[in-house]
C-alpha cells in the first residue's frame, strides 16, 4: 500500500475545510498543525452573526467591480488563515505548519496561485508558524518557510513600493 505524503494528508484536510467556505469567488480552507496535531482550521467567511455572501447571492467587491487582490477590507470575509489563528492560542501554534487550500467557487476548480494575502501573512508571522504549505495541483505543493516572508518584507523600501505601483 503507497501511503500519501503527510502534507497531502494535512492538505486533504484543509481540502475539506473549505467545503464550509462561504465566498462567491474563491473559497478557501486552512489548518495550523504542530507535532502532527491539528491545533485549529478555518475558512473563509462572514464573521459570525453576518449575512455570508452565499447567502446574499452577491459578493460586494464584485458589485463594486473590485479586482482580485484588491481592497481586501471590503470583502465581508475573514480569511480562511485568520480564522485558523483566531481559533488558536499562540502558545499551541508557535513553531507549526499552516496548510492551505483554494479553489474557485464557481467552477471548483483547484487553484494553483493560492497564497495568503499580505494581512494573512502578517499574522501568520506574529502566530509564530515556521512553515506554510501550499497545495499547487492535486499531489504537489510548495513549502513556504515563513522566514522568507519576514525577509521579503524587510526589503521593501519606499523606493520599491513606488515602482511596484506603476
Do not use: Q
Not at 502566530?127 to 516572508?149: K, Q, S, Y
Amino acid at each position: 500500500m503507497n501511503r500519501i505524503s503527510k502534507e497531502n494528508y494535512y492538505l486533504d484536510i484543509a481540502e475539506t475545510v473549505l467545503e464550509r467556505a462561504t465566498c462567491l469567488r474563491r473559497i478557501y480552507g486552512a489548518i495550523i498543525v504542530k507535532n502532527d496535531e491539528i491545533i485549529s482550521t478555518g475558512y473563509n467567511g462572514a464573521p459570525r452573526g453576518r449575512a455570508n455572501c452565499v447567502d446574499m447571492g452577491y459578493c460586494s467587491r464584485e458589485a463594486m467591480k473590485v479586482p482580485r487582490g484588491e481592497r481586501y477590507e471590503l470583502c465581508r470575509s475573514v480569511h480562511a488563515e485568520a480564522n485558523a489563528i483566531i481559533s488558536a492560542s499562540r502558545r499551541d501554534m508557535a513553531g507549526g505548519t499552516i496548510y492551505l487550500v483554494g479553489r474557485n467557487a464557481a467552477t471548483g476548480e483547484l487553484l494553483n496561485d493560492a497564497t495568503s494575502c499580505l494581512m494573512c501573512r502578517r499574522m501568520i508571522i506574529n502566530a509564530g508558524l515556521d512553515r506554510v504549505v501550499i497545495r499547487r495541483t492535486e499531489t504537489e505543493f510548495e513549502v513556504v518557510p515563513v522566514e522568507a516572508w519576514i525577509a521579503e518584507d524587510d526589503l521593501l523600501t519606499p523606493e520599491n513600493v513606488v515602482m511596484d505601483l506603476k
